[in-house]
Every structure is written in structure tokens, then in C-alpha cells.
């Protein structure tokens, strides 16, 4: 979905737009951590400060006239708060090296997402031939079943196997 929301606000703007958000938001949920609130209304003041952030920042953008930065309106609130959530949490857990290991992860799959969306040659297969789709999808679920042991199992039992 962030990738989506790159498509509309175009990638730099959305990088930018999305640090600032996550940033502000992981300011304001810090505050929020020492409340001791129960996880809904957490969530719920979280998604309501990523509409005041968003509506903030939009308001800013119109009023210097920077018309890029009024198209950050296109992202999903809700996973901008679920995100602000999970490295809060991780940050507390983890530390703040975690956070930023995890969140450039997720930037980097949403800007290679972005990527192949904006491809001309990806838009013509996947619009085009919509079968692809299941292809795609047989490919994620059998991506999701492989765990990685299996090939460093084959190179850890050789010796047992022998000359074969």
C-alpha cells in the first residue's frame, strides 16, 4: 500500500513525506507509552495523530506553495499507524538500531514494489494477461512455505551421504 501511495505522491516525495510522518509519529507515540494506555485506544489516538500529521503537513505544503507535498493525502492512514505501532513496540523491545533495520526494509521492498509498478513492461504483462496473477501468487505462497533449512541442511549432511 505504500508503494501504491509512492505512485501518486511520486518516489521522493513519498520517501520524504513518509519519514516525516513515521518520525512525528514515533514522537507523539512515545508520549502516548507513558499514558499506559490499553492497545485500542492507543491505536486510536495513534491513527488520529497521523490525520492531524497528514492534515498538518498538507496545510503547510499549500501554504508554500508546494503543490508535491499536498499529495501526501494519498497514504493509508491506517498503516502508517499500525507502522508508527510496530517499531514503537520494537524500539522499546529491541532498540533503536532494530527500528531502523526493519523500517529501511520496508522502505526498500515498497520502493522496489514501486519500481516495478512504474515499469511499462510489468503494467503491459500484468494488465494485460491477469492469469500472471496467479503465477504471482503461486510464487508468494511457495515463498512462504521455504524456511531455508532444506539447502543448509544438504550442505551440513554431505559428509553423511558419502561419495554419492
Known amino acids: 500500500l505504500i508503494a501504491l501511495a509512492?505512485?501518486?505522491?511520486?518516489?521522493?516525495?513519498?520517501?520524504i513525506g513518509f519519514l516525516l510522518i513515521v518520525?512525528?509519529?514515533?514522537?507523539?507515540?512515545?508520549?502516548?507509552?507513558t499514558l499506559n494506555l490499553l492497545l485500542i485506544s492507543r491505536i486510536s489516538a495513534v491513527i488520529i495523530v497521523v490525520i492531524f500529521i497528514i492534515g498538518l503537513f498538507t496545510l503547510i505544503s499549500y501554504k508554500l506553495g508546494l503543490s508535491e507535498g499536498l499529495t501526501i493525502t494519498f497514504f493509508p492512514m491506517i498503516i502508517l499507524?499500525?507502522?508508527?505501532e510496530r517499531m514503537s513496540i520494537l524500539w522499546e523491545e529491541e532498540g533503536p538500531k532494530k527500528v531502523f533495520a526493519s523500517g529501511g526494509g520496508s522502505l526498500f521492498v515498497a520502493t522496489l514494489a514501486y519500481l516495478a509498478m512504474d515499469?511499462?513492461?510489468?503494467?503491459?504483462w500484468v494488465y494485460n494477461f491477469l492469469g500472471i496473477h496467479l503465477v504471482i501468487l503461486a510464487l508468494v505462497l511457495i515463498m512462504g512455505q521455504y524456511t531455508g533449512y532444506r539447502l543448509t541442511e544438504l550442505?551440513?549432511?554431505?559428509?553423511?551421504a558419502g561419495d554419492k
Open 6 to 15: 509512492f505512485i501518486q505522491t511520486t518516489l521522493l516525495t513519498g520517501l
Open 23 to 33: 518520525a512525528f509519529g514515533l514522537m507523539i507515540r512515545s508520549y502516548l507509552s
Open 81 to 84: 499507524a499500525w507502522t508508527i
Open 119 to 124: 515499469n511499462i513492461w510489468i503494467q503491459h
Open 155 to 160: 550442505k551440513r549432511f554431505k559428509p553423511l
